[in-house]
């Protein structure tokens, strides 16, 4: 498998523009992560979806921020419009939840610069 | 709110000793742990999980998980320069979802 595919690997904007990344988690997995990880704040969850139903969009800093799952194979999270405080690494995460075991695979990020 | 702590560090061992990387949480009700290695500039790999009390080894790497007190442990034996890297503690949530909550991970130097 090829594992958790996220593009693009970097990003550099302008504020104000509307910034999309995409993430094509691992075939037959049921859950999909978005994280944000910056020096300052370390990983944080922004948004969680489970069967491409999002349970938990509570680390979703603000309404500029918006993601969607169509399908099993696709997610994508807009940053509409872009702020320099929006600089980060974004990490697309899968998993196959079973019970309480569940692993996650993560994918190699987006690095995002907002200028 | 669910924490995960861990000491920032950074830790420095020389190589070939035992580094022993320790993580608390505040969620009684977690699950499960897990261990992920991050080299900078890189995505979060898992190395190892554990569920139940007591001590899970995995070639050079032991968890160790204690609920009573709600510490996690992970030691790398022999440690070599090719461990240094950050290591990132997670809790498994409960509540139905799941879903893991991290700490800020601890900085591991493993010089020759």
């Known amino acids: 498998d090829a594992g958790v595919i996220q593009s693009p690997r970097h990003e550099v904007t302008e504020m104000g523009q509307e910034v999309t990344l995409r993430c094509k988690p691992i075939?037959?997995?049921?859950?999909l992560f978005w994280y944000r990880q910056t020096m300052m704040r370390g990983l944080e969850l922004l948004i969680y979806f489970n069967n491409n139903v999002p349970i938990d969009d509570s680390g979703m800093p603000e309404d500029r921020f918006s993601a969607k799952m169509p399908n099993a194979s696709f997610s994508t999270l807009k940053i509409q419009p872009s702020e320099p405080r929006d600089s980060a690494v974004y990490f697309c995460?899968?998993?196959?939840?079973?019970?309480?075991?569940?692993?996650?695979?993560f994918g190699p990020g987006t690095r995002l610069l907002v200028l | 709110q669910k924490e995960v702590e861990q000491n920032s560090g950074p830790l420095s061992v020389p190589e070939g000793a035992i580094a022993s990387l320790n993580c608390t949480y505040s969620?009684?009700?977690?699950?499960?742990f897990f261990w992920y290695r991050q080299y900078s500039g890189k995505s979060p790999e898992l190395i190892m999980s554990?569920?139940?009390?007591g001590d899970k080894e995995d070639g050079r790497f032991t968890a160790q998980l204690n609920k009573a007190s709600q510490y996690v442990s992970l030691l790398i034996r022999d440690s070599q320069p090719s461990d240094s890297a950050t290591y990132l503690c997670?809790?498994?949530?409960?509540?139905?979802?799941?879903?893991?909550?991290f700490g800020r991970g601890t900085s591991l130097i493993v010089h020759p």
């Open positions: 995460a899968s998993s196959f939840q079973t019970g309480a075991q569940e692993t996650q695979y």
């Open positions: 554990i569920y139940s009390n």
């Open positions: 075939s037959g997995h049921n859950s």
């Open positions: 997670a809790a498994g949530a409960t509540g139905g979802s799941y879903i893991p909550t």
């Open positions: 969620d009684r009700g977690s699950q499960s």
